[in-house]
């Protein structure tokens, strides 16, 4: 597995890392918990060293399956988590919306620590810009916990170029989490340009299009009331059917390169920027193997303009509304 280095702070990573949101159930019924155990070490044994968490997801339960799956591994690693919710501590129950005042930052984090087994974050993110709270005032606190120990890198997530100045202006941030792949591309207009000045690094989640790029959706897929698909515009009936045309693309180039749709999608994400690194994410450990070989694919100019070349219009909003205005501030 390649490693990089994300941006200019040089917390260093393999390309490909394991998003780990849907161990925890985000998509449908909640996987065993002994079996996720099992497919975040496999992944290790694969070479992935990034993995990515957040305390929102469960709440809780996926710090605890990701703490205990890499405590044996904790040096060989980097966890990323969030904060960013207004959740109880104690009980994990959902308050409101957002919240990123520092005092409950410093509670949330001391969560974080005891759940993911471990004295240190690697990568602390700010799961959503907070409106009500100063983005200096979440630097303010993230250099805090940094100087104190308990983390060692600031990242943010969904955060537009206006906030990525601002924080990054009052501490260093490492890293972007935000989603962006062959069919969510808005990123390339003015967010990357600014991490590419500002020397930050990119970590795209759904690098897959939440499954959409593998070639394994159709226009006859339907998803249960507890998939988070089930309220995306994007795989609605029609919009799903539309999309298609993107995916086609992707399975011509795969088998002229004895690889997987999902791999092409990767490697073109790979391609981009060298400090660019995807976190797809799956609960079964044969994507996983699929996902982690997409390291050694590698695309030619050729290649990649036959993709630019494509003619298709992505139809459909990424997230549902409400979830929409929370994100690019």
Not at 40 to 67: C, K, M, Q, S
Not at 160 to 166: D, K, M, Q, V
Not at 244 to 256: E, F, I, M, P, W
Request: proline content about 6%; hydrophobic content about 40%.
């Amino acid at each position: 597995m390649q490693i990089r280095k994300l941006g200019n702070a040089g917390l260093e990573v393999s390309a490909i890392g394991l998003g780990c949101m849907s161990v925890s159930g985000a998509y449908g019924e909640t996987p065993d918990r002994a079996e996720m155990i099992r497919l975040i070490r496999r992944a290790v044994e694969l070479g992935v060293r990034f993995f990515d968490t957040a305390e929102t997801y469960g709440p809780f339960t996926n710090e605890e399956i990701v703490g205990e799956a890499l405590e044996p591994f904790r040096r060989q690693v980097v966890i990323a988590t969030k904060f960013g919710w207004d959740i109880d501590p104690v009980t994990g129950v959902r308050r409101g919306a957002l919240n990123s005042r520092p005092e409950h930052v410093k509670v949330a984090v001391e969560g974080m620590l005891k759940r993911l087994r471990t004295d240190c974050i690697d990568l602390l993110y700010q799961h959503r810009v907070d409106p009500d709270v100063p983005m200096e005032d979440v630097a303010g606190v993230v250099k805090e916990l940094i100087q104190e120990g308990k983390a060692r890198h600031f990242g943010l997530s969904e955060a537009g170029a206006g906030s990525i100045r601002r924080a990054h202006a009052a501490h260093p941030v490492t890293a972007l989490q935000s989603e962006y792949s062959l069919w969510t591309r808005e990123p390339e207009a003015e967010i990357i340009p600014t991490l590419e000045e500002l020397g930050i690094g990119l970590v795209p989640y759904s690098p897959l299009g939440k499954g959409f790029l593998t070639g394994r959706i159709d226009a006859t897929t339907r998803f249960g009331s507890s998939d988070l698909r089930s309220r995306i515009p994007r795989f609605e009936p029609d919009a799903l059917k539309a999309n298609l045309a993107l995916v086609d693309v992707l399975r011509r180039l795969a088998q002229g390169k004895g690889a997987t749709p999902a791999q092409i999608a990767l490697a073109w994400l790979l391609a981009r920027k060298p400090w660019i690194a995807p976190i797809p994410g799956t609960t079964r450990i044969s994507r996983l193997e699929e996902n982690a070989a997409a390291a050694s694919v590698a695309l030619t100019p050729d290649d990649l303009q036959q993709i630019e070349d494509a003619k298709f219009t992505v139809r459909g909003a990424r997230y549902p509304e409400e979830l929409m205005r929370m994100s690019g501030r």
